[in-house]
């Protein structure tokens, strides 16, 4: 079965710290993504990145910054965390760029900056 | 640019009643449609897809057909269930294109 997982369920951080979110996936995905969900908004593309080592930002990459030193692995990083980072983070993998393809996401993150 | 548009929640429906959600679209050239489904404490997972114009997606009982003319790819299904409350969301790729665009998400709640 696919599976894309995420390192925690929850999370609670202080404002000004800095965030490790962490995403494996075991398809041997090219592409990955990473997310916020908030209410009334659905779904908005933070970064993503198409093979090692390489990432594109997506529609609201401030704040954020990401890794990828191995395929299956793909971490997104709150240098500073704030509140109004306060979100649901999901992360996804898909089949590489030019196909039809279907995006697999992990579980979430909720993750609260107080 | 690329865009979805969704109808509004939530939806409050009886069992066995008939549920359409609205979805249409903005694109340039011919995208991909998908209907993802989230359930409670969950992440998305695809629920069906439809990759061309005329052709109609389905799984669990849900339907949607890719109408061009109209840019549109409802959801609908005939009888829902208790266990079919979650959020739907519409979502178009672009050949080609690295990312989906995801419509805001409606929460359907279905109540015995």
């Known amino acids: 079965d696919v599976k894309v997982t995420q390192s925690s369920r929850y999370l609670v951080k202080r404002t000004g710290e800095k965030v490790f979110l962490e995403c494996v996936q075991d398809m041997d995905h090219e592409n990955m993504f990473w997310y916020r969900q908030d209410p009334g908004l659905g779904l908005r593309l933070i970064y993503f990145s198409y093979d090692v080592k390489m990432k594109e930002k997506g529609d609201i990459p401030e704040g954020y910054s990401v890794s990828r030193e191995k395929k299956e692995r793909f971490s997104l990083i709150l240098e500073s965390a704030s509140t109004n980072q306060t979100s649901m983070y999901l992360c996804?993998?898909?089949?590489?760029?030019?196909?039809?393809?279907?995006?697999?996401f992990g579980p979430g993150t909720r993750l609260t900056v107080t | 640019g690329d865009s979805v548009t969704q109808m509004e929640g939530p939806v409050t429906l009886s069992e066995e009643a008939f549920l359409t959600i609205n979805c249409t679209y903005t694109a340039t050239g011919y995208p991909s449609l998908f209907w993802y489904v989230q359930y409670p404490g969950e992440g998305l997972q695809l629920l069906l897809k439809a990759t061309k114009a005329d052709d109609k997606g389905s799984n669990k009982g849900f339907e949607a057909t890719y109408r061009k003319e109209t840019t549109s790819f409802h959801l609908e299904k005939g009888s829902v269930q208790v266990s079919d409350s979650a959020v739907y969301f519409c979502?178009?790729?672009?050949?080609?294109?690295?990312?989906?665009?995801f419509g805001t998400g409606t929460r359907l709640t279905v109540i015995p």
């Open positions: 996804a993998s898909s089949l590489p760029t030019g196909q039809t393809y279907e995006q697999y």
């Open positions: 979502a178009l790729d672009q050949t080609g294109a690295n990312n989906l665009f």
